[in-house]
Antibody, heavy 126, light 111 residues
């Protein structure tokens, strides 16, 4: 059974870089036609898509975060990562990683985030 | 800020039918399938409906989705206490070079 687990520092100082990793077990992030995404949720607020990386390595970013964002993948470790630079208090949120099957994926609901990690809280504060 | 608008709250008594709306535009709901997520307090979102009206395995048939033009709806029939949660619509939006978008969210309260 596929599982995703976020990890990283729970506290980041303003102006520094937020770095998180999502470790995937029970399946491979290199499997064709799947996207691997990051979504965040500020305390008491709604969900915001941050960005995704396709199995091929192509990345897709939220335009509002693109200038500060890098998403990458390490196939050997079956992990994908998020780096968000120049953080402010507005970046304080629970960060989730999730899988999204694409058009030609072999299983799973197409174009929906179907499997999520439990989430990790990141606070930006000095 | 979200391009998908939902009412902030909805409520009903056990057994009632509750409907949640999601209003978008031609660049999102009007062009792409809609998904719905249920988020129980303190937990990660769970996929409830995908492809406008399809239920993943394990989701009760009390939950149903529909679309019409640039709007979508989620209906919960036979409301149960465990349905008390936040609900989000989501889809792809073609503007700004494309992006996944979520609705503003609706808190469903079981009275």
């Amino acid at each position: 059974q596929l599982q995703l687990q976020e990890s990283g520092p729970g506290l980041v100082k303003p102006s520094e870089t937020l770095s998180l990793t999502c470790t995937v077990s029970g399946g491979s992030i290199s499997t064709s036609y799947y996207y691997w995404g990051w979504i965040r949720q500020p305390p008491g607020k709604g969900l915001e898509w941050i960005g995704s990386i396709y199995y091929s390595g192509t990345t897709y970013y939220n335009p509002s975060l693109r200038s500060r964002l890098t998403i990458s993948a390490d196939m050997s470790k079956n992990q994908f990562s998020l780096e968000l630079s120049s953080v402010t208090a507005a970046d304080t949120a629970v960060y989730y990683c999730a899988r999204r099957p694409g058009d030609h994926s072999s299983s799973g609901p197409k174009h929906a985030f179907d499997i999520w990690g439990q989430g990790t809280m990141v606070t930006v504060s000095s | 800020q979200s391009v998908l608008t939902q009412p902030p709250s909805a409520s009903g008594t056990p057994g009632q039918r509750v409907t949640i709306s999601c209003s978008g535009s031609s660049s999102n709901i009007g062009s792409h399938p809609v998904n719905w997520y249920q988020q129980l307090s303190g937990t990660a979102p769970k996929l409830l409906i995908y492809g406008n009206n399809l239920r993943p395995s394990g989701v009760p048939d009390r939950f149903s989705g529909s679309t019409s033009g640039t709007s979508a709806s989620l209906a919960i029939s036979g409301l149960q206490s465990e349905d008390e949660a936040d609900y989000y619509c989501a889809t792809w939006d073609d503007s700004l070079n494309g992006r996944n978008v979520f609705g503003t969210g609706t808190k469903v309260t079981v009275l």
